[in-house]
């Protein structure tokens, strides 16, 4: 096989690799409803399928981009895709919710090494080929905005006509699918595993990766109020971990968050800050607002599969726009821009507590997805202008993992203002929760200036 179609092989392998973790973490809205009839659950309980992904993929991302680094980033591909078949085969046979739970956190961690590999293969890839980097790159960027903006499409569809499980045994063939094309045709990795085990432990932060993932939980299962009698406790020792963990990364040679990155820049520190928040904001609608149209509304999963596309279709529509204005007019007025309309269409969400027809919500979900195009790009362009260039590898990584502390957050507030089931009732409390956040991110923004050159 000659270089051309070879690497035309090997993106599209890439491509559908990386493309799993966006999928899964949307498909999953449109059938909370469905596994809470099936397990027996509330709203805070039904969540943590969705957290326990996402806080495998907060700490895996960066884990697994330095396994790459190490290794070699075909064989983390390989094993990543394998992790995925293997553990979607068998998480329809869960015996219970907390064992699905636990399969969704480990295809979060193969799918976790999708992308930081095929950021790193693509460098060979595009050498080989002689051409740019940034045009395999951005095939692969496009593949996983697609798949975000098709997963409720795809999950509605599997749910109604197959159930739940067919969630998990999509990516079955998805997932050796990628691994067969990507063995084929990506260049081999070559002789790149050096030093001891105790070395690569040592080096990748696992005391910190724990501290993280513990604090958040302990937090949140306060929040969610999962064991009453422990509450204020869980609290307090969430709050006593995470205060070791920065203790720890601002110390550590090779932290798993560089928390010094941070403190000596504000304007990224500031751009994170505002991507969590706004981020929060998006998921409240992402994930909040799929278990209003089914529970009030009555719509088949399907059904709302469909009425969640024009979200995903807009912020891709968008995501040109917000490019060239940001050239014409600059990133700050951009994002504050964004940031106003994001308020005014929030405050149309008010609009669903006294009807769930079809043409109102599919013109709320549009709408929902400019200022989530705009703000997706522009926070973006911002994280890149605020991070000098040999530390922009780093400020990737915490960014990603900001969008997952948003979407963790929306999560655990769905659970906390829907208790009692998502009505429009509560659907009330969640637009007025979405306002204030709102508040909070235009705040972020008005006082965030570029860094300095």
Not at 379 to 404: D, H, K, L, W
Request: hydrophobic share 60%.
């Amino acid at each position: 096989m000659s270089n051309k179609p070879r690497t035309a092989l090997a993106i599209a392998g890439l491509s559908l690799g990386t493309a799993l973790n966006p999928l899964n973490s949307s498909m999953i809205a449109v059938a909370l409803v469905v596994l809470r009839a099936d397990f027996g659950l509330d709203v805070a309980g039904v969540t943590w399928v969705i957290t326990a992904f996402y806080l495998a993929s907060a700490a895996g991302q960066p884990v697994m981009g330095r396994l790459a680094d190490r290794f070699g980033p075909r064989r983390m591909f390989l094993l990543g895709m394998g992790l995925v078949a293997v553990t979607c085969a068998l998480a329809p046979f869960a015996p219970n919710f907390a064992l699905l739970c636990v399969a969704r956190a480990v295809m979060a961690l193969g799918t976790a090494a999708a992308y930081p590999s095929a950021v790193v293969m693509v460098g060979a890839i595009a050498a080989r080929a002689s051409v740019e980097a940034a045009r395999p790159l951005g095939r692969i960027q496009m593949a996983n905005t697609s798949a975000a903006a098709v997963g409720p499409v795809v999950g509605g569809l599997l749910v109604g006509l197959v159930g739940w499980e067919a969630l998990f045994l999509v990516n079955v063939p998805l997932a050796l699918a990628a691994l067969l094309i990507v063995r084929k045709a990506a260049p081999p990795d070559g002789s790149r595993e050096r030093g001891s085990v105790a070395e690569l432990l040592r080096d990748s932060d696992i005391p910190g990766i724990a501290a993280f993932i513990a604090a958040l939980l302990l937090v949140m299962m306060a929040a969610l109020n999962v064991a009453p009698d422990f509450r204020w406790w869980m609290l307090a020792a969430g709050t006593v971990i995470a205060a070791l963990f920065a203790w720890r990364e601002l110390r550590f040679g090779k932290p798993f968050l560089d928390l010094r990155l941070l403190g000596r820049n504000r304007p990224l520190m500031l751009v994170y800050l505002g991507f969590a928040v706004f981020s929060s904001v998006y998921y409240f609608v992402f994930f909040g607002l799929p278990q209003l149209l089914q529970e009030s509304g009555g719509y088949s999963p399907a059904v709302v599969g469909l009425l969640m596309l024009p979200l995903a279709a807009m912020s891709v529509v968008a995501t040109p726009w917000a490019v060239r204005a940001m050239g014409r007019f600059g990133v700050r007025r951009v994002l504050i821009a964004g940031v106003v309309l994001l308020t005014l269409v929030a405050a149309l969400m008010w609009l669903l507590t006294g009807t769930l027809v079809i043409p109102v919500v599919v013109v709320l979900t549009a709408l929902m997805g400019v200022p989530y195009g705009v703000l997706g790009i522009a926070t973006n362009q911002g994280m890149f202008i605020s991070s000098r260039p040999q530390e922009r590898g780093v400020a990737a990584g915490i960014y990603q993992t900001c969008r997952y502390v948003g979407a963790i957050t929306a999560t655990v507030m769905i659970g906390v203002f829907a208790s009692g089931g998502v009505h429009q009732d509560s659907w009330a409390r969640m637009v007025a929760a979405m306002l204030v956040l709102c508040a909070a991110t235009l705040a972020v923004f008005l006082v965030w200036r570029p860094r300095p050159e």
